[in-house]
């Protein structure tokens, strides 16, 4: 309608027109919003920048799998409008410049690691929690143990659950897959020969606290393992 307003044609022929262009490829219709039009050189420059502001997370946080769709969002000027933002990331999707995970955007080829000089915390932290099996040490025993303070602990605990070596069940809790698997098993098993179990009988399946059973519990709760 505001193209109609300026150009000296009639509403017929500017429909053509316009449907000539999107037909062409030299301007992209958002969806659900006839009136947004938006030229296919700007639309080039909206992925250029994402693939951009992308790079530049990969590149200083090299062990996050990649950026919330919300973070992303915030780096792009507000001028551009919500519904063509996500129909550049749609785009950007379906040609596989980039991929999703969750909520989670990155490059195609971007796989999250540590760096060199976080490498050895790394397995450090992973042999931690194996050998903590079922009472897993907290990330302010392994800060202190290592030296380090906990946001980086933490961060380097994330990495690993982005690499399917370690699983958070609550804020401060995170447990070794190996582990975690052999308590979903355990629970798993009295539950085919009981009909349910409180915090007291799995704190005595597992031999741990009650703030180790009652965390694990809320967790399988949320995995609907005991549901």
Do not use: W
Request: glycine letters at 8%.
């Amino acid at each position: 309608s505001h193209v109609a307003q300026r150009a000296p044609f009639a509403p017929g022929k500017i429909e053509n027109i316009i449907g000539n262009l999107i037909k062409k490829g030299h301007v992209v219709a958002v969806p659900g919003r006839e009136e947004l039009l938006i030229g296919r050189e700007f639309f080039n420059e909206i992925g250029e920048d994402i693939t951009e502001k992308l790079k530049y997370h990969h590149r200083e946080k090299p062990m996050d799998a990649g950026m919330s769709k919300g973070a992303l969002r915030n780096l792009i000027p507000k001028r551009i409008a919500d519904p063509v933002f996500s129909l550049v990331l749609e785009s950007m999707l379906k040609d596989k410049t980039i991929k999703s995970e969750g909520d989670l955007i990155s490059l195609k080829d971007h796989r999250a690691k540590a760096s060199a000089k976080d490498d050895k915390a790394v397995s450090e932290i992973e042999k931690a929690l194996e050998s903590g099996g079922f009472t897993p040490p907290s990330p302010a025993q392994l800060a202190e143990s290592l030296g380090r303070d906990k946001k980086n602990i933490i961060s380097l605990l994330k990495y690993l659950v982005e690499s399917g070596r370690a699983l958070r069940v609550s804020e401060d809790l995170f447990y070794h897959s190996a582990a975690l698997g052999e308590i979903e098993r355990l629970l798993v098993k009295f539950l085919k020969e009981n009909s349910d179990i409180n915090a007291g009988g799995f704190k005595q399946l597992t031999n741990t606290s009650r703030k180790f059973a009652i965390s694990l519990l809320e967790y399988f709760d949320r995995e609907r393992v005991t549901i």
